[in-house]
């Protein structure tokens, strides 16, 4: 009977333990951004941070495990708003994401990968392009750090990678290169051909 309780009482302790694995791992505020607090990390930024309009076309592909998605981006930056709409190879859309510094709205098609947080691209996008002193700022709300090694950002939380990424674009040129950045925490990575629109 001791022997017994003794096994109850491990077994709960293993399910409680499962279970916040679980959910932690299937909350998008946890795992679908690289940015510690995505949300948080938003409230702290705004479109016209960036300091300049931006139109461009992008083709992203997001990998993990053997999965890869492969997707066309218009992405539209202009100091009140933020704008970008993804589609499939067959013109589905398959996700849109409108940010005015305030609030995100998105709406995403129910073939979307569920490992795709539209809200958590957003923040890495922001992460990766915005300049420097506005990211270190808003990293902040989470207790983050930003360390730029040569044309690689990284985020630290508690003294590790949650995401490394690099551009081939300068901080005022052009959108027009690759962007690549792996999201250490949720374990994918994200690839980007980008062409800015005069």
Do not use: H
């Amino acid at each position: 009977m001791i022997v017994s309780r003794a096994f109850f009482r491990l077994a709960a302790v293993a399910l409680i333990a499962v279970g916040a694995t679980a959910c932690a791992a299937s909350n998008p505020e946890v795992a679908g951004s690289a940015v510690p607090m995505p949300g948080a990390f938003l409230d702290r930024v705004r479109p016209a941070d960036l300091g300049r309009d931006i139109d461009a076309v992008q083709l992203v592909s997001v990998s993990r495990d053997s999965a890869t998605l492969t997707i066309e981006v218009r992405l539209s930056v202009r100091a009140q708003q933020l704008r970008f709409v993804a589609q499939d190879m067959i013109g589905q859309r398959l996700m849109t994401v409108q940010w005015n510094g305030a609030d995100v709205v998105e709406e995403r098609s129910p073939n979307l990968p569920s490992f795709v947080v539209p809200k958590g691209l957003l923040a890495d996008l922001v992460a990766i392009c915005w300049p420097e002193n506005v990211v270190r700022r808003a990293l902040e709300a989470s207790s983050s750090t930003l360390s730029v090694q040569n044309d690689e950002r990284i985020i630290l939380a508690g003294g590790r990678d949650t995401m490394r990424a690099m551009r081939s674009w300068g901080p005022q040129a052009p959108w027009t290169g690759r962007l690549s950045y792996r999201n250490v925490r949720a374990g994918y990575t994200v690839d980007v051909q980008s062409v800015e629109q005069p």
